[in-house]
């Protein structure tokens, strides 16, 4: 509300008034005055014709209204409508910024990456952030050759096995054993197609997007005999009735202990250990244990995430090195 200083001040009062005027001749003259003023008035006004004063006032209103007309409810025919364009979104839908504009973080989804390992083609589905160079949904072209897996171990550290449907994956993309575990799908040319599990490293001089078949594996695409063919692989999350096991490194101890998942249907991306103050990261290994130099953790429950962001909690289990040991739980499919 404005102050008193600024509001609106009354007009002051005229200064004159009228005053009786003494004498009866000079009274009988003052009307006589007033009334022939009045006749000249009224006669000579231009333009009077039958009292015109008030309607001449209301055909003034009037045409101050018609120069402000009000604005219909509804858009007269002349006037344009706004077309359904990109430019005009409808109601309750979202569009794409300007080019110049900075997308809001909380607003707008994480958008869909290109992997970096070989040459990637059509990604089509956003991962979590803790996926690797290996990514669901994308396509990489490489290069397949062959080689004996012998009993079957690798570099993943998952132990002999007589599964011969393995392969190792060069060192780009084994990324310090983050595609230990990955079940990929690769298919030549030909149109031949097979599923692989990664056990195992291959290095230098295995190139970026180069798997290393088994030659068991390598058999089903082409024959042995050629030694290196062109190839498309991408992960997969496929069907299993196994459950995630946990196997603790030998000479683990509550004082220092590796720790290692294994079977899980998806790429492992973190594992932690519960401590007094939450739950710790532990740093992996190229050989695919988890390690707690200090011992933190070591005997606690464990929390496994996978490179689509799912965390399955482990109860505690007793530090039994070398000991595999199976915990019930297993990573949905995607």
């Not at 009045?38 to 231009?46: D, G, H, N, Q």
């Not at 990664?198 to 798997?211: M, S, Y």
Request: hydrophobic residues 35%; charged residues 15%.
């Amino acid at each position: 509300m404005a102050s008193s200083s600024h509001r609106r001040r009354p007009r002051p009062e005229p200064d004159f008034q009228w005053r009786p005027v003494r004498g009866p001749l000079l009274a009988v003259a003052a009307v006589a005055a007033v009334a022939l003023v009045v006749t000249l008035i009224v006669a000579f006004r231009p333009g009077d014709t039958s009292g015109g004063g008030q309607d001449r006032a209301v055909s003034d209103v009037g045409a101050v209204t018609s120069a402000t007309p009000t604005v219909p409810d509804s858009a007269s025919p002349t006037s344009p409508k706004p077309s359904a364009t990109a430019s005009t979104p409808a109601a309750g839908k979202r569009t794409a910024p300007p080019a110049s504009a900075t997308p809001s973080t909380t607003a707008t989804p994480a958008p869909t990456r290109r992997a970096t390992s070989g040459t990637a083609r059509t990604p089509s589905t956003t991962t979590a952030p803790a996926a690797g160079r290996i990514r669901p949904g994308t396509t990489y072209d490489g290069v397949a050759t062959s080689y004996d897996v012998g009993n079957g171990d690798g570099a993943c550290s998952f132990g002999p096995t007589s599964d011969v449907m393995t392969a190792a994956m060069n060192t780009a993309d084994y990324e310090t054993a983050k595609a230990c575990g990955a079940y990929v799908s690769v298919r030549a040319a030909s149109g031949k197609s097979i599923t692989v599990r990664i056990t195992n490293e291959c290095p230098a001089p295995c190139a970026v997007g180069q798997l290393d078949l088994s030659r068991q594996a390598f058999a089903k695409l082409a024959p042995l005999s050629a030694g290196r063919i062109a190839i498309t692989w991408s992960l997969l999350s496929p069907a299993t009735s196994d459950t995630v096991s946990i196997r603790y490194k030998t000479g683990s101890t509550q004082y220092w202990c590796g720790i290692q998942a294994i079977g899980h249907r998806n790429p492992l991306a973190r594992l932690e250990v519960r401590t007094g103050g939450g739950w710790l990261a532990l740093t992996r290994t190229e050989y695919n244990y988890f390690l707690s130099e200090q011992g933190t953790g070591c005997g606690t429950e464990l929390r496994l995430t996978d490179i689509y962001g799912e965390q399955l909690v482990v109860p505690a289990l007793a530090v039994r090195a070398d000991v595999v040991q199976r915990t019930g739980v297993q990573f949905a499919r995607h």
